[in-house]
Protein backbone atom coordinates (compact mmCIF):
# COMPACT_ATOMS: atom_id res chain seq x y z
CA UNK A 1 0.00 0.00 0.00
CA UNK A 2 1.20 3.53 -0.77
CA UNK A 3 0.85 6.63 1.46
CA UNK A 4 -1.84 7.80 -0.31
CA UNK A 5 -3.97 4.75 0.79
CA UNK A 6 -3.18 4.70 4.01
CA UNK A 7 -3.91 8.48 4.54
CA UNK A 8 -7.47 7.64 2.42
CA UNK A 9 -7.56 4.76 4.58
CA UNK A 10 -7.14 7.13 8.35
CA UNK A 11 -9.83 9.36 6.17
CA UNK A 12 -12.12 7.19 6.20
CA UNK A 13 -11.39 5.77 9.78
CA UNK A 14 -11.69 9.41 11.23
CA UNK A 15 -14.66 10.16 9.55
CA UNK A 16 -16.11 7.45 11.48
CA UNK A 17 -15.13 8.37 14.60
CA UNK A 18 -16.79 12.14 13.86
CA UNK A 19 -19.77 10.66 12.69
CA UNK A 20 -20.20 8.67 16.36
CA UNK A 21 -18.79 11.79 18.45
CA UNK A 22 -21.71 14.29 16.44
CA UNK A 23 -24.30 11.63 15.90
CA UNK A 24 -26.21 12.58 18.87
CA UNK A 25 -27.12 15.71 17.08
CA UNK A 26 -27.07 14.66 14.07
CA UNK A 27 -30.60 14.52 12.24
CA UNK A 28 -32.65 12.52 10.59
CA UNK A 29 -32.24 9.44 12.23
CA UNK A 30 -30.74 7.96 8.98
CA UNK A 31 -27.33 9.68 9.26
CA UNK A 32 -26.75 8.10 12.28
CA UNK A 33 -26.29 4.92 10.82
CA UNK A 34 -23.78 6.80 8.58
CA UNK A 35 -20.87 6.27 10.83
CA UNK A 36 -21.54 2.70 11.10
CA UNK A 37 -21.25 2.63 7.23
CA UNK A 38 -17.59 3.97 7.55
CA UNK A 39 -16.62 1.60 9.52
CA UNK A 40 -17.63 -1.29 7.25
CA UNK A 41 -16.09 1.09 4.34
CA UNK A 42 -12.81 1.27 6.46
CA UNK A 43 -12.73 -2.66 7.24
CA UNK A 44 -13.78 -4.06 3.29
CA UNK A 45 -11.25 -1.64 2.17
CA UNK A 46 -8.20 -2.62 4.60
CA UNK A 47 -9.38 -6.33 4.08
CA UNK A 48 -9.73 -5.60 0.10
CA UNK A 49 -5.66 -3.73 0.28
CA UNK A 50 -4.15 -6.33 2.98
CA UNK A 51 -5.19 -9.26 0.59
CA UNK A 52 -4.03 -8.23 -2.33
CA UNK A 53 -0.57 -6.50 -1.06
CA UNK A 54 0.12 -8.43 2.06
CA UNK A 55 -1.54 -12.21 2.16
CA UNK A 56 -0.61 -13.11 -1.70
CA UNK A 57 1.19 -11.92 -4.38
CA UNK A 58 -1.12 -9.07 -5.83
CA UNK A 59 -3.69 -11.53 -6.22
CA UNK A 60 -7.10 -9.58 -7.62
CA UNK A 61 -9.62 -8.41 -4.92
CA UNK A 62 -12.95 -7.67 -7.03
CA UNK A 63 -14.62 -10.26 -5.65
CA UNK A 64 -14.38 -8.66 -2.51
CA UNK A 65 -15.70 -4.81 -4.05
CA UNK A 66 -18.44 -7.07 -6.11
CA UNK A 67 -20.04 -8.10 -2.70
CA UNK A 68 -20.29 -4.77 -0.84
CA UNK A 69 -21.32 -2.90 -4.40
CA UNK A 70 -24.52 -4.98 -3.44
CA UNK A 71 -24.24 -3.69 0.44
CA UNK A 72 -23.49 -0.17 -0.60
CA UNK A 73 -26.57 0.10 -2.61
CA UNK A 74 -29.10 -1.28 -0.72
CA UNK A 75 -27.98 1.34 1.94
CA UNK A 76 -27.96 4.43 -0.42
CA UNK A 77 -31.45 3.27 -1.66
CA UNK A 78 -32.34 3.39 2.05
CA UNK A 79 -30.39 6.47 2.43
CA UNK A 80 -32.47 8.17 -0.12
CA UNK A 81 -35.87 6.88 0.90
CA UNK A 82 -35.60 8.27 4.19
CA UNK A 83 -34.38 11.88 3.74
CA UNK A 84 -36.87 12.35 0.32
CA UNK A 85 -40.66 13.13 1.41
CA UNK A 86 -42.28 12.86 -1.87
CA UNK A 87 -43.83 9.83 -2.48
CA UNK A 88 -43.50 9.07 -5.79
CA UNK A 89 -39.51 9.70 -5.68
CA UNK A 90 -39.78 7.00 -2.93
CA UNK A 91 -41.53 4.74 -5.27
CA UNK A 92 -38.79 5.33 -8.06
CA UNK A 93 -36.04 4.97 -5.81
CA UNK A 94 -37.85 1.19 -4.76
CA UNK A 95 -38.65 0.07 -8.14
CA UNK A 96 -35.01 1.34 -9.67
CA UNK A 97 -33.70 -0.07 -6.42
CA UNK A 98 -35.51 -3.75 -6.96
CA UNK A 99 -34.44 -3.59 -10.54
CA UNK A 100 -30.99 -3.01 -9.85
CA UNK A 101 -30.81 -6.00 -7.02
CA UNK A 102 -32.12 -8.33 -9.77
CA UNK A 103 -29.64 -7.15 -12.58
CA UNK A 104 -26.83 -7.28 -9.87
CA UNK A 105 -27.43 -11.38 -9.56
CA UNK A 106 -28.08 -11.83 -13.16
CA UNK A 107 -24.79 -9.93 -13.71
CA UNK A 108 -23.14 -11.95 -10.54
CA UNK A 109 -24.43 -15.30 -12.01
CA UNK A 110 -24.78 -15.28 -16.15
CA UNK A 111 -22.50 -11.62 -17.67
CA UNK A 112 -19.43 -10.75 -15.48
CA UNK A 113 -18.87 -12.86 -13.07
CA UNK A 114 -17.69 -12.39 -9.15
CA UNK A 115 -14.00 -12.89 -10.60
CA UNK A 116 -14.23 -9.99 -12.72
CA UNK A 117 -14.92 -6.28 -11.38
CA UNK A 118 -18.61 -5.85 -12.04
CA UNK A 119 -18.45 -2.49 -14.04
CA UNK A 120 -21.83 -3.11 -15.56
CA UNK A 121 -23.48 -3.04 -12.27
CA UNK A 122 -21.12 -0.53 -10.82
CA UNK A 123 -22.00 1.69 -13.76
CA UNK A 124 -25.69 1.46 -12.92
CA UNK A 125 -25.37 1.77 -9.40
CA UNK A 126 -23.63 5.25 -10.12
CA UNK A 127 -26.21 6.15 -12.91
CA UNK A 128 -28.68 5.38 -9.97
CA UNK A 129 -26.93 7.45 -7.21
CA UNK A 130 -26.39 10.27 -9.11
CA UNK A 131 -30.06 10.36 -10.39
CA UNK A 132 -31.50 10.15 -6.56
CA UNK A 133 -29.18 13.08 -5.83
CA UNK A 134 -30.93 15.24 -8.21
CA UNK A 135 -34.35 14.38 -6.99
CA UNK A 136 -33.02 15.36 -3.55
CA UNK A 137 -31.38 18.67 -5.17
CA UNK A 138 -34.81 19.10 -6.30
CA UNK A 139 -36.88 18.71 -3.42
CA UNK A 140 -34.95 21.05 -1.18
CA UNK A 141 -35.18 23.55 -3.95
CA UNK A 142 -38.91 23.68 -4.30
CA UNK A 143 -39.72 23.20 -1.29
CA UNK A 144 -41.02 26.52 0.33
CA UNK A 145 -40.99 25.40 3.99
CA UNK A 146 -36.91 24.56 4.04
CA UNK A 147 -35.65 27.03 6.17
CA UNK A 148 -32.28 25.13 6.79
CA UNK A 149 -28.81 26.62 5.26
CA UNK A 150 -27.78 23.72 3.44
CA UNK A 151 -24.19 24.07 4.19
CA UNK A 152 -25.07 23.69 7.97
CA UNK A 153 -27.19 20.33 7.25
CA UNK A 154 -24.59 16.82 7.20
CA UNK A 155 -27.42 15.56 4.74
CA UNK A 156 -26.63 18.14 2.08
CA UNK A 157 -23.22 17.33 2.68
CA UNK A 158 -23.39 13.65 2.36
CA UNK A 159 -25.23 14.19 -0.83
CA UNK A 160 -23.32 16.50 -2.57
CA UNK A 161 -20.54 13.73 -1.86
CA UNK A 162 -21.99 10.76 -3.28
CA UNK A 163 -22.97 12.98 -6.08
CA UNK A 164 -20.00 14.33 -7.02
CA UNK A 165 -18.25 11.11 -6.20
CA UNK A 166 -20.66 8.65 -8.46
CA UNK A 167 -20.57 11.01 -11.65
CA UNK A 168 -16.92 11.00 -12.15
CA UNK A 169 -16.36 7.82 -11.13
CA UNK A 170 -18.58 6.55 -13.09
CA UNK A 171 -17.49 8.52 -16.23
CA UNK A 172 -14.05 8.12 -15.44
CA UNK A 173 -14.60 4.36 -15.39
CA UNK A 174 -16.82 4.69 -18.67
CA UNK A 175 -13.87 6.53 -20.52
CA UNK A 176 -10.66 3.91 -18.79
CA UNK A 177 -9.60 3.12 -21.64
CA UNK A 178 -8.59 6.44 -23.06
CA UNK A 179 -7.40 7.67 -19.86
CA UNK A 180 -3.79 7.06 -21.20
CA UNK A 181 -0.76 9.34 -22.00
CA UNK A 182 2.16 8.18 -22.92
CA UNK A 183 1.83 4.39 -21.51
CA UNK A 184 0.48 6.29 -17.71
CA UNK A 185 -3.03 5.01 -16.46
CA UNK A 186 -4.82 8.42 -14.68
CA UNK A 187 -7.47 6.62 -14.05
CA UNK A 188 -6.24 5.34 -10.85
CA UNK A 189 -4.68 8.71 -9.83
CA UNK A 190 -8.36 10.46 -10.58
CA UNK A 191 -10.16 7.63 -8.33
CA UNK A 192 -7.88 8.02 -5.46
CA UNK A 193 -8.55 12.01 -5.79
CA UNK A 194 -12.83 11.56 -5.89
CA UNK A 195 -12.62 9.37 -2.74
CA UNK A 196 -10.51 11.69 -1.13
CA UNK A 197 -12.73 14.45 -1.67
CA UNK A 198 -16.08 12.34 -1.26
CA UNK A 199 -15.10 11.07 2.69
CA UNK A 200 -13.33 14.56 3.19
CA UNK A 201 -16.66 16.23 2.32
CA UNK A 202 -18.67 13.87 5.08
CA UNK A 203 -16.19 14.82 7.73
CA UNK A 204 -17.45 18.73 6.53
CA UNK A 205 -21.16 17.97 6.99
CA UNK A 206 -20.60 16.45 10.19
CA UNK A 207 -18.60 18.89 11.72
CA UNK A 208 -20.60 21.82 10.38
CA UNK A 209 -24.02 20.40 10.73
CA UNK A 210 -26.38 22.32 13.04
CA UNK A 211 -28.98 20.62 14.84
CA UNK A 212 -32.22 22.56 13.84
CA UNK A 213 -34.63 20.59 16.09
CA UNK A 214 -32.54 21.51 19.30
CA UNK A 215 -32.44 25.05 18.33
CA UNK A 216 -36.47 24.75 18.07
CA UNK A 217 -37.15 23.59 21.29
CA UNK A 218 -38.59 26.29 24.33
CA UNK A 219 -36.20 27.29 26.77
Not at 28 to 51: C, D, G, T
Request: aromatic share 22%.
Amino acid sequence: MDSYTIILFLLIFLGGLIGFYKSKSITPPVLKLFPYFLMMQFSYQLIASLYSFVFTNFKSNYPIFNIFYLINFVFFSFLFSQIISAKWKRIFIAITAIIWVVFYFINLFHIQGISLLMTYSRTMLGILVVTYSLLYFHEILTDDKNQKNPLRDATFWVVTALFFFYLCSTLTISLWNYLVINKAYFGNVLMKIYAFILYSMYIAGFLLHKNYLRLEKPL
